[in-house]
């Protein structure tokens, strides 16, 4: 039986918070004449924000109907590769920035894909995931789950303790739909 399809709410609400959290968590971060590796970019939604906001790309994806489609969004000149997170054929320290979107992997694929992020990242790396305590994973597990959830949920501290085992600062964030003026 196929999955119903994705709710407004994640496609209006959820994506684009998740976007604008990424994008002022990376807000630190140089940009021009430096390249950030989208690890499990999906179906290319984050690229082009990633793109308008300075950073040279390169991504990759398993799936070829998900690198079909992210091709079609992707900025021009951004290379998409067939790629599996858990063995990047890049050289060590291949790019200054790594994102890797964890809630496009299996859980049992994280720690493998984590360290090869952080092997090809030269300067650092974000995380991106479902966290299963969050406020719209809650809500659709209590509402009948009429609706696909967009990828894998994951517990918080599971991931900490991933990262927390390797050297560098760590830092945290998360979004929750609210109001605008909260």
Do not use: Y
């Not at 390249?35 to 082009?48: D, Y």
């Not at 952080?118 to 809500?139: D, E, H, I, K, Q």
């Not at 597990?141 to 949920?153: D, I, N, T, V």
């Amino acid at each position: 039986m196929p999955l119903p399809p994705p709710s407004p709410f994640h496609q209006h609400i959820a994506l684009p918070e998740r976007t604008a959290l990424l994008l002022s968590m990376l807000a630190p971060w140089p940009r021009r004449g430096r390249e950030l590796l989208v690890i499990g970019c999906g179906a290319g939604h984050v690229l082009p924000p990633l793109w308008q906001s300075g950073f040279d790309l390169s991504a990759c994806e398993t799936s070829p109907a998900l690198r079909e489609q992210a091709r079609r969004r992707a900025p021009q000149g951004v290379e998409i590769e067939a790629a599996s997170p858990d063995w990047l054929p890049f050289a060590d320290n291949s790019f200054d920035w790594v994102l890797l979107r964890a809630d496009e992997l299996p859980p049992a694929a994280l720690p493998a894909a984590l360290g090869e992020a952080c092997r090809v990242a030269a300067c650092g790396l974000a995380l991106t995931f479902w966290n299963s305590a969050s406020l719209p994973w809650l809500t659709w597990r209590l509402h009948g789950r009429r609706h696909a959830w967009p990828g894998h949920c994951l517990p918080f501290w599971t991931v900490w303790r991933l990262l927390a085992a390797r050297p560098g600062r760590l830092h945290a964030a998360s979004c929750l739909w609210r109001p605008a003026c909260r």
